[in-house]
């Protein structure tokens, strides 16, 4: 069963940094390409970052690009966003997505972790 | 970036009945196009890839179509379980883009 259990949510301060990890198990996490998509409170799906099965290749949404990086460690099946420069509007669940094709959809998700920016 | 314009924004149905849901793209997406169901307190749940396969374990009563820049989800047999937010996706070209969701709901 393909598993992804997302963690590192909390409450920060404007400005600072974070860093999400989502653990993937069930598969073989070097196969995939993999993304992080948020979910503001009671809005909709934002698409925010991919990485390539090697870790090679990345994409980001304009609204993150240059202030959040993905990343992954394949010996660890374990997927990485690091957020710095948060700002409010980054107040979101942030859910962790296999990709099985590219360009591709979003096969599997995981249960999300929920980050607040506030002071 | 491709504007996904999804409508109705909300959606209100009776048990047994048929809903469509409508995406419409900005510019042709070549059925790169997928639908996702959320549940409220839940993550997204992939039901339809390229426009009108769909993914494993999904009931047969939800199918997709459509093709260039007009795509629709239907949804045969209305069940209580089917109450949920759904939402298109294209992936034809980065920056990936979501419809606005259709929030669906029991008559």
């Known amino acids: 069963e393909v598993q992804l259990v997302e963690s590192g949510g909390g409450l920060v301060q404007p400005g600072r940094s974070l860093k999400l990890s989502c653990a993937a198990s069930?598969?073989?996490?070097?196969?995939?390409?993999m993304a992080w998509v948020r979910q503001a409170p009671t809005k909709g799906l934002e698409w925010v970052a991919s990485?390539?099965?090697?870790?090679?290749?990345?994409h980001y949404g304009d609204s993150v690009k240059g202030r959040f990086t993905i990343s992954r460690d394949n010996a660890k099946s374990t997927l990485y966003l690091q957020m710095d420069s948060l700002r409010s509007e980054d107040t979101a669940t942030y859910y962790c997505?296999?990709?099985?094709?590219?360009?591709?959809?979003?096969?599997?998700w995981g249960q999300g972790t929920l980050v607040t920016v506030s002071s | 970036d491709i504007q996904m314009t999804q409508s109705p924004a909300s959606l209100s149905a009776s048990l047994g009945e048929t809903v469509t849901i409508e995406c419409r793209a900005s510019e042709d997406i070549y059925n790169g196009l997928a639908w996702y169901q959320q549940k409220p307190g839940k993550s997204p749940q992939l039901l339809i890839y390229n426009a009108n396969s769909l993914h494993t374990g999904v009931p047969s009563r939800f199918s997709g179509s459509g093709s260039g820049t007009q795509y629709s989800l239907k949804i045969n047999s209305l069940q209580s379980e089917d109450v949920a937010s759904y939402f298109c996706?294209?992936?034809?070209?980065?920056?990936?883009?979501f419809g606005a969701g259709t929030k669906l709901e029991l008559k």
């Open positions: 069930g598969f073989t996490f070097s196969d995939y390409n």
């Open positions: 997505a296999r990709k099985d094709w590219e360009p591709g959809w979003f096969a599997y």
């Open positions: 996706q294209q992936y034809y070209d980065y920056p990936y883009t």
């Open positions: 990485i390539s099965y090697g870790g090679s290749n990345t």
